[in-house]
């Protein structure tokens, strides 16, 4: 399963890439923001994008992902510091699939992982 992990954060990247290899996912590609992601999104089947980055935001990213046919059914779990009820609502109404507020653990990643990939 290819996944691609979306955060400006290098050393995110790298925790939530370690905890995916950790799990078993071996095809992880990176983008440090939307913009970018949205150019690697060929065959990815899981997206994991934070909310706050420059250049194209991870709401945005979500919505660009969404509009296309071919993207519109890769479940989405945003990864941010964004925990406010009213965000999580937002993010969940643009289509992501689940939500996981920053800092979180392994367990947490992969569960969520799981069930949005039905695993």
């Known amino acids: 399963m290819k996944v691609l992990v979306v ?11 370690n905890n995916l290899r950790a799990a078993g996912y071996e095809d992880i590609v990176h983008a440090a923001n939307g913009l970018e992601a949205l ?8 997206v994991l994008t934070d909310w706050n980055m420059p250049v194209m935001d991870g709401l945005s990213l979500v919505k660009e992902i969404r509009k296309n046919p071919a993207f519109s059914t890769v479940p ?25 507020v920053k800092p979180f653990n392994k367990q ?12």
Do not use: C, F, H, P
Not at 7 to 17: F, G, V, W
Not at 76 to 100: P, R, S, W
Not at 108 to 119: A, F, S
């Open 7 to 17: 955060d400006d954060s290098a050393t995110m990247r790298r925790i939530i890439e």
């Open 39 to 46: 150019s690697n999104m060929a065959g990815v089947e899981l």
């Open 76 to 100: 989405i779990v945003m990864v941010t510091t964004e925990g406010a009820k009213e965000e999580v609502i937002e993010a969940l109404k643009q289509g992501v699939n689940d939500y996981i």
């Open 108 to 119: 947490t990643l992969v569960e969520k992982v799981e069930k949005v990939i039905g695993g």
